[in-house]
């Protein structure tokens, strides 16, 4: 798994974001999360080591843009340039999250056509009031591979309406930090039974650090989170997903 930030920084969107990871990392640091600036790793893509090579080395899948939101409106001079490089390294499969995916269209490549191939984009839920405004949208554009992402999940979601053939998959999630708020369990399993119906695996990524369960609430240590999701069962079919990677 590699990972490529061609830019840094965000501005809070939606409920989703209150507990943004972005911002309580930087805040580490003394850093203003809100502060977009384009990275000195922009260009990695294509990139190449002292005998010509790449040195992001294919094939490999790209997490893309984690510290930001592609399709953040202060980075649409960057976008097109970014389009590119995707374009240019098709031994490599990119895959980012939106939750600005009503500006998809902003920046969007001229050979866009269908979708580049090595192109996955998902589009977070993070309650009902967002899959409803973002979910119709999404559905109609020309994108090879789509998921829907749940995480951090703050209320029980119905994705039935938006469920079928062009989804490839759903990720389920809760909130992590000192002050996440809570990820109940029915709503995982309810969210398991509308995937299996429309035939569309789940992936249960991670309980997040509050998780009640029959109603006992459980404090979950970062450490424990993912295994604690795969322990569970509830990702289906056979509970695969990508490599574990920062809770959002």
């Known amino acids: 798994m590699a990972e490529w930030n061609p830019w840094h920084g ?9 507990h943004c990871y972005v911002y309580r990392r930087d805040a580490k640091y003394e850093l203003d999360a809100s502060a977009v600036r384009k990275n ?6 294509v990139r190449r080591a002292r005998d010509g090579s790449y040195k992001l ?16 409106d202060e980075a649409d001079e960057w976008r097109p340039e970014a389009w590119r490089m995707m374009r240019a390294r098709p031994d490599l499969h990119f895959f980012f999250i939106t939750k600005r995916i009503l500006r998809f269209r902003e920046g969007l490549p001229e050979d866009w056509g269908e979708g580049y191939p090595n192109v996955s984009i998902g589009t977070t839920c993070e309650n009902q009031a967002a899959a409803d405004e973002r979910m119709p949208y999404f559905l109609s554009l020309p994108i ?40 109940r369990c029915d709503w ?27 109603g006992r609430i459980y404090r979950i240590p970062r450490r424990l989170q993912f295994s604690q999701a795969r322990k569970s069962g509830f990702s289906w079919p056979g509970g695969a997903g990508r490599p574990e990677e920062e809770p959002r």
């Not at 965000?10 to 209150?18: I, P, R």
């Not at 995937?195 to 992936?203: D, I, Q, S, Y």
């Open 40 to 45: 000195a790793a922009f260009d990695l893509p």
């Open 57 to 72: 080395k294919g094939p490999d899948e790209v997490f893309t843009c984690f510290t930001s939101d592609f399709f953040l």
């Open 10 to 18: 965000c501005h809070k969107y939606s409920a989703g974001c209150l």
């Open 188 to 214: 995982v399993r309810n969210l398991r039974s509308q995937c299996e119906a429309a035939g569309v695996p789940l992936w249960f990524k991670q309980t997040g650090a509050r998780f009640e369960n029959d």
């Open 144 to 183: 090879r591979q789509k998921t829907i992402v749940c995480e951090p999940m703050l209320e029980a979601v119905n994705l039935r309406p938006y469920l079928g053939p062009g989804i490839a998959q759903v990720v389920a999630g809760g909130e992590s930090g000192e002050d996440a708020r809570l990820m």
